[in-house]
């Protein structure tokens, strides 16, 4: 369980980095490894080179932003998901975000996790993608002197891929901010033991009316597929009703009908596609709950 | 390479490569076992070290990233030569350590949290070491030992490196 050698480098600054990267192809940026680095070791990645952008002190922070497409919340690529798990702006204003991140991997993994590094690694059962999917999140990278965005829905295209430009760093995920004051979220996920990779995860957030009724609702599904899904016409269904678990079922069967979920050892095919099903309800139910503000959020326990 | 490493308190300037781990630093360079080389790909949490005081795993990252970091090892929580510090002194007293292979992990995922939560609930607790895996299945002592260290630690002989 030892890497390839390699060389190291620490980067200065995102320029650096993304210069490095592109002169390179054997070069891999490493920001909290706690995947790549578990790669590495099994001699899964071989990179010749890492490049670290851990201490680029320009790359971590939380804040509030206004941009034409309404106001968000901001992260840098290498804020730590600890840091995101307990900051009180997130809790706020992206509560769905908060209540994913406490499934990632252990306290001592989320230590070291960066938001950016599990977006830009891009496995289909990671919390922060289907979050970022499910909230139309933006992305934004550097590269070759430039900033560019690019929304979450188009950034993963398989399971560890993306269609971040080689030589590019992904700098910041910008998660918008619902209005109102009736909000409320819900995140479930099946794993073999808690806080292992997901077999299926869900995620809801719901905003409701004076009278109960579901005014603007967002449903993803993670790990199932090769990259987190949208439930667009399930949304389009279950909107300006009163979110009835059996109606929610029925939009949500119909709408992943089509798809061909993952199989392998742990869950088929058919167990991930009956599993979302009930995930995504009870996602729903407790974003309800959460938005009337009946019950305290239930930490994701789902079985 | 050569790199400066602050380890227990102490700066130490040593060559490594750049793929050595800082588990494998700190075990083979340093000479501190009590970090300790379980599966080392970052499943089983036996390699805990503190790094700038947050329990993180030393098989996942390389040594040459905690340059400019304090990294705590067991070795580094106790008051003095042959002591114990008050959480290995409740492992000891509520039989928390069985084969001791996940013991020095557990203690220092525990001053973690004390340090930063001095009354968990059982329920933090479990989370806290949820984590670590204990071959011999002795969670309910090794949860046993963590609140005892709590409770001990609330008291008034508080050791002055354990009070933030």
Known sequence: MKAAPFEYYRAADIDEACAMLAADDGARLIAGGQTLVPMMVMRLARPTRLIDINRIATLSYIRQETHKDGEGVAIGATTRQCVVERDATVAAKVPLLACAIPNIGHAATRARGTIGGSLANADPAAECALVAVTLDAVLSYREGGKTAEIPAREFFVGPMVTCLPAGACLISARFPVWQGDKIGVGFHEVNARRSDFAFVSAAAQVELGADGTCKRIAIGVGAATDFPLRLASAEQQLKDTALDAKAVTAAVREAIADIEPLSDLHASAEYRRRAAVHLVTRAVADARTHALGTKPQEKSHAH | ?164
Do not use: W
């Not at chain 2, 630093?25 to 070290?49: Q, W």
């Not at chain 2, 001053?111 to 930063?116: F, P, V």
């Not at chain 2, 008291?155 to 490196?161: A, E, H, I, L």
């Open chain 2, 1 to 164: 390479m050569r790199i400066e490493l602050k380890v227990n308190g102490m700066l130490r300037t040593i060559e490594v490569e750049p793929r050595t781990t800082l588990l494998d630093c700190l075990r083979d360079v340093l000479d501190l076992k009590g970090a300790h080389a379980g599966c080392e790909h970052g499943v089983c949490g036996a390699c805990t070290v503190l790094f700038d005081g947050v329990a993180v795993r030393a098989c996942l990252m390389f040594a040459a990233q905690a340059a400019g970091s304090e990294i705590t090892t067991v070795e580094g929580i106790t008051p003095g030569p042959g002591e114990l510090s008050p959480i290995q002194d409740a492992f000891c007293e509520t039989h928390g350590t069985q084969c001791g292979y996940c013991t020095p992990a557990m203690v220092l995922v525990a001053h973690a949290l004390l340090a930063d939560n001095p009354a968990p609930t059982r329920e933090e607790i479990v989370e806290a070491i949820s984590g670590n895996i204990c071959r011999c299945t002795g969670y309910a002592q090794i949860v046993e030992a963590i609140a005892l260290a709590a409770e001990h630690m609330r008291g008034v002989n508080r050791p002055p490196s354990l009070t933030k």
